[in-house]
T-cell receptor
Framework: DTGVSQDPRHKITKRGQNVTFRCDPISEHNRLYWYRQTLGQGPEFLTYFQNEAQLEKSRLLSDRFSAERPKGSFSTLEIQRTEQGDSAMYLC???????????????FGQGTRLTVV | AQRVTQPEKLLSVFKGAPVELKCNYSYSGSPELFWYVQYSRQRLQLLLRHISRESIKGFTADLNKGETSFHLKKPFAQEEDSAMYYCALSGGWFGNEKLTFGTGTRLTIIP
C-alpha cells in the first residue's frame, strides 16, 4: 500500500499518560496535515507542515499537543497528559506540491483512534 | 472565518431514485470546494472537486456562488453509493491550505 499510513491504528491509554502517533505520507508529498475527528463531526484541522516547517496551528492544538516533521518525511503527533476529551480519531493527510492547478488532492490515512480512559 | 454546513445528518433514498446532498459554505474570497466520501471501513477519499467539473461515479456538483452552495447530485442512486459524505472547503489558489469540513451526511440507499 503506497498511501498514507498511520501507526498505531488504535490506542487506549489512561488519563494523564502521554501518547505519540506516527504518520508516513505518500512519498515526495511535501505537505502534511493532522486533523481530529470526534463522533458526529467532520474532521477538524489541527496543524500543517510544508516539508519540515510547521506553517499553521489551529487553536484546537493546546500546549499539550506537539507535532514534528523532522526530516520533511514522516510526522509525529504527541499528546501529553491526556484527558478524556482527547478521545477521537486522529487523521493524517498529505498533498503534492501546488503545480498551478489549484489545491492538489489531499490523501488521507486510515487514522489512529485514541481512547482515553 | 470559513464554515461548511451540511444540514442533513442522515439521508435515505430508494435505489434508482435521485440523490441530492446539500452543502452551503461561508468564505470571504474564492474558495475551492470538494466532496469527500468514506465507504464502510475505508479511508476518507476525494470524490470530486468543483474546478474539475467532472462527473465521478455518476455524481456531479455545481458551485453556486450566489447561493454559496455546492450540492452533490446523482440522478439514479445505486446501492454502492451508501457511505458518509463530507463537503469541504479550502482557500483558493495561493490561499490557506487546510480543509474545512462539514459535519457529514450519511447516505443510505434502500434496495
Amino acid at each position: 500500500d503506497t498511501g498514507v499510513s498511520q501507526d498505531p491504528r488504535h490506542k487506549i491509554t489512561k488519563r494523564g499518560q502521554n501518547v505519540t502517533f506516527r504518520c508516513d505520507p505518500i512519498s515526495e508529498h511535501n505537505r502534511l496535515y493532522w486533523y481530529r475527528q470526534t463522533l458526529g463531526q467532520g474532521p477538524e484541522f489541527l496543524t500543517y507542515f510544508q516539508n519540515e516547517a510547521q506553517l499553521e496551528k489551529s487553536r484546537l492544538l493546546s500546549d499539550r499537543f506537539s507535532a514534528e516533521r523532522p526530516k520533511g518525511s514522516f510526522s509525529t503527533l504527541e499528546i501529553q497528559r491526556t484527558e478524556q476529551g482527547d478521545s477521537a480519531m486522529y487523521l493524517c493527510a498529505s498533498r503534492d506540491r501546488d503545480r498551478g492547478r489549484g489545491n492538489t488532492e489531499a490523501f488521507f490515512g486510515q487514522g489512529t483512534r485514541l481512547t482515553v480512559v | 472565518a470559513q464554515r461548511v454546513t451540511q444540514p442533513e445528518k442522515l439521508l435515505s433514498v430508494f435505489k434508482g431514485a435521485p440523490v441530492e446532498l446539500k452543502c452551503n459554505y461561508s468564505y470571504s474570497g474564492s474558495p475551492e470546494l470538494f466532496w469527500y466520501v468514506q465507504y464502510s471501513r475505508q479511508r476518507l477519499q476525494l470524490l470530486l472537486r468543483h474546478i474539475s467539473r467532472e462527473s465521478i461515479k455518476g455524481f456531479t456538483a455545481d458551485l453556486n456562488k450566489g447561493e454559496t452552495s455546492f450540492h452533490l447530485k446523482k440522478p439514479f442512486a445505486q446501492e454502492e453509493d451508501s457511505a458518509m459524505y463530507y463537503c469541504a472547503l479550502s482557500g483558493g489558489w495561493f490561499g490557506n491550505e487546510k480543509l474545512t469540513f462539514g459535519t457529514g451526511t450519511r447516505l443510505t440507499i434502500i434496495p
